[in-house]
T-cell receptor
Framework: GDSVTQMEGPVTLSEEAFLTINCTYTATGYPSLFWYVQYPGEGLQLLLKATKADDKGSNKGFEATYRKETTSFHLEKGSVQVSDSAVYFCALSPIQGAQKLVFGQGTRLTINP | DAMVIQNPRYQVTQFGKPVTLSCSQTLNHNVMYWYQQKSSQAPKLLFHYYDKDFNNEADTPDNFQSRRPNTSFCFLDIRSPGLGDAAMYLC?????????????FGSGTQLSVL
């Protein structure tokens, strides 16, 4: 079945460091790919998405590119801030049928000042 | 302003004692979902409603039921909670349920089973 594998956390970085959180997926066909973020005490929020190969999703300085050849959707940010501390979830949705997200296990990110 | 509201934030129940978790939405979305997230694991879809049409995931235990009396509200009923049902339960909505659509999540209800 469909699955998502994320880089294990927790990840701790200093402010202004470069961030990469790896995500790879297994799916039939060409799913839509997402990154969701969960700030402390809040629900998951969509951070960015890409719906076809080579698409780049971006938001709040974060970027991820849909790579079909490597079945990957790595999250990157050039300079992280303390306010980026959160849990990040990579997810896919099969292209057919209803929106049924399959999540990775989440990566906890802590940014130190 | 919260658009998907889950109550309560923390719920404690006893082993075998039925419990109901609630979710409401102000978005007028057609689709409502319930996810289960155990500690350090990925959220897992239990079921979803498309309007009044209930869609159960194949591996969702019979112990879990859901009701959607109207567009705004959806309930998760656990008939006989076991220790393994302790988890965060997440409610989400989407407008039409198509594959590339954004989901809106509530803050979750953390269920403890004693």
């Amino acid at each position: 079945g469909d699955s998502v594998t994320q880089m294990e956390g927790p990840v701790t970085l200093s402010e202004e460091a470069f961030l990469t959180i790896n995500c790879t997926y297994t799916a039939t066909g060409y799913p839509s790919l997402f990154w969701y973020v969960q700030y402390p005490g809040e629900g998951l929020q969509l951070l960015l998405k890409a719906t076809k190969a080579d698409d780049k999703g971006s938001n709040k300085g974060f970027e991820a590119t849909y790579r079909k050849e490597t079945t990957s959707f790595h999250l990157e940010k050039g300079s992280v801030q303390v306010s980026d501390s959160a849990v990040y979830f990579c997810a896919l949705s099969p292209i057919q049928g209803a929106q049924k997200l399959v999540f990775g296990q989440g990566t906890r990110l802590t940014i130190n000042p | 302003d919260a658009m998907v509201i889950q109550n309560p934030r923390y719920q404690v129940t006893q082993f075998g004692k039925p419990v109901t978790l609630s979710c409401s939405q102000t978005l007028n979305h057609n689709v409502m979902y319930w996810y289960q997230q155990k500690s350090s694991q990925a959220p897992k879809l239990l079921f979803h409603y498309y309007d009044k049409d209930f869609n159960n995931e194949a591996d969702t235990p019979d112990n879990f039921q859901s009701r959607r009396p109207n567009t705004s509200f959806c309930f998760l009923d656990i008939r006989s909670p076991g220790l393994g049902d302790a988890a965060m339960y997440l409610c989400a909505t989407s407008r039409a349920g198509t594959a590339n659509e954004k989901l809106f999540f509530g803050s979750g209800t953390q269920l403890s089973v004693l």
